[in-house]
């Protein structure tokens, strides 16, 4: 079984930071490309950013400039560094993951979600 943990969000002023992670854990035997989207009230599930196993990040345009994805691969760890926040951020946060475990099955996983609020 594999589980996709996120923390790190919470509620941040405008032009203020926040570092999301999400951590990867159970029987795992390889990642590959995990991913950050987020979900406003009211919106449809938004692709942010992705990372593939040897580190090749790729953006969204609302978000490319602003955040920054990264990844500790002996951690099992991906992280969203996010800067320049605007109140339009505000959403839940998920990460995505296609994850091969040790009996052989790759599929994609989602992690429960973090809240982001931006706001003064």
């Known amino acids: 079984q594999v589980q996709l943990v996120e923390s790190g969000g919470g509620l941040v002023q405008p032009g203020g930071s926040l570092r999301l992670s999400c951590a990867a854990s159970g029987t795992i035997f390889r990642i590959n490309v995990m991913d950050w989207y987020r979900q406003a009230p009211g919106g449809q599930r938004e692709f942010l950013a992705s990372i593939t196993s040897d580190g090749m990040p790729n953006y969204s345009d609302p978000v490319r400039g602003r955040f920054t994805i990264s990844r500790d691969n002996a951690k099992n760890t991906v992280f969203l560094q996010m800067s320049s926040l605007k109140p339009e951020d505000t959403a839940v946060y998920y990460c995505?993951?296609?994850?091969?475990?040790?009996?052989?099955?790759?599929?994609?996983?989602w992690g429960q979600g973090t809240q982001v609020t931006v706001s003064s």
């Open positions: 995505h993951a296609y994850i091969t475990v040790v009996a052989g099955t790759r599929r994609a996983y």
